[in-house]
């Protein structure tokens, strides 16, 4: 039986590294954390039906976030004291949905998804900005911690990761850790000295932070103690929309409710308000010409509410969270009920958070915690409960 991780040693403390996948990381650290989470998806992936785990390791070693959040809710549909069946065959489509949930005097589907609050074009920049990270990280860096003040890649532009090593490693030698604390203590960061790296598709300015004498020279300590500040525009609430959007009519009419899944796992995270402006529509200020009082509405760009009413009423609830293995006793997990839904699913078949509109309102069910449905101890991962 082949196992979800390799049988490579698992004895690398080294932190995981920019360029590196959640499950590369994984399949080689030492760290006791890493173990514990690697014993309970080894736990899972075993529960998993074996015709289908090939396909779902392979899923899970490509795309982690995507791989893992199918495999979680196997676990968790299982752990909730449901069947459930892996790619059931549906009506009407040759295309079948990922799970059939069985238990309880009730049936239904469920489809897995992720949202990622990050074009294909954003995500290929951060794949550059990671390797020249990583560049960054494997400079001889024995007195200095690097503090990224300025960080500018020319649109489209190809940056030489290597050249800017080492101009790094060259300019460093000329600086006195010791001198620099001296004459700047407190004010390192705004009048320290800075290191100017520029070319044709790279900018990068960068403060020399003198390293603490006992850290001078270890090994392991990565040079990058601060990155460049970002920004952005927009809400986790745009992809979580898109998300359902793709699933709504992926299969048909179905003769059961369907249950669409969607894990945010955006690097910007969510706030509680994502989900709902996500499926009832953005919170906009109304105001009119007959009343001048400006009101809390809606506009009807929501996965449920769109702009000429109710749609993707083949949905009948949808399931959101921001979902890792190493925050399985906070992650957000939250059901919200369709309310035009033409299937629609039972409340509070499920033991999650859940809520469903009434009376232009929503109304919150309380859940069982994760921690209670799998049995982890407190402190999850970094604990034991031994």
């Known amino acids: 039986m082949v196992p979800l991780f390799t049988n490579r040693p698992k004895d690398d403390p080294t932190p995981g590294r920019h360029t590196e996948g959640t499950f590369a990381f994984l399949d080689r650290s030492g760290r006791e954390n890493c173990q514990r989470v690697r014993n309970l998806l080894e736990q899972w992936f075993e529960a998993y039906p074996l015709a289908e785990r090939d396909r779902l390791r392979n899923h899970i070693v490509t795309d982690f976030n995507a791989g893992f959040f199918e495999l979680f809710l196997h676990a968790y549909f299982k752990a909730a004291g449901f069947s459930v069946t892996v790619h059931p065959p549906v009506p009407n489509a040759s295309t079948k949905p990922d799970f059939l949930v069985v238990g309880r005097d009730l049936s239904f589907y469920a489809e897995a998804t992720i949202a990622r609050d990050m074009s294909d074009e954003e995500v290929a920049r951060q794949n550059v900005e990671n390797h020249l990270y990583e560049a960054i990280n494997a400079t001889n860096s024995p007195n200095f911690f690097l503090a990224l003040r300025e960080f500018r890649i020319a649109q489209g532009g190809q940056p030489a990761a290597r050249r800017l090593k080492a101009f790094l490693e060259r300019e460093l030698k000329n600086y006195d850790p010791d001198r620099i604390r001296a004459e700047f203590g407190e004010r390192i960061f705004d009048e320290g000295p800075v290191l100017t790296f520029q070319d044709e598709v790279l900018t990068v300015a960068i403060t020399l932070v003198p390293k603490s004498p006992e850290l001078r020279g270890r090994p392991g300590v990565r040079p990058i103690g601060i990155y460049p500040m970002r920004s952005r525009v927009g809400s986790a609430a745009i992809s979580v929309r898109e998300s359902i959007a793709s699933k709504a009519t992926h299969y048909g009419a179905l003769d059961r409710p369907y249950v669409v899944c969607v894990n945010s796992v955006g690097e910007w995270g969510w706030d509680q308000d994502d989900p709902v402006d996500a499926l009832f529509g953005t919170e906009q200020v109304t105001v009119s010409a007959t009343d001048r009082n400006p009101r809390i509405t809606r506009a009807r760009d929501g996965a449920f509410m769109g702009p000429q009413g109710p749609w993707n ?74």
């Open 313 to 386: 009423t083949r949905v009948s609830a949808v399931l959101i969270g921001a979902v890792f293995p190493w925050n399985l006793l906070t992650c957000p997990l939250e059901l919200y009920h369709n309310p035009w839904g033409v299937e629609p699913l039972a409340s509070g078949v499920l033991p999650l958070r859940e809520a469903s509109l009434v009376d232009q309102g929503l109304v919150w069910k309380e859940r069982t915690a994760l921690q209670i449905l799998f049995g982890l101890p407190d402190g999850w991962p970094d604990q034991s409960g031994a």
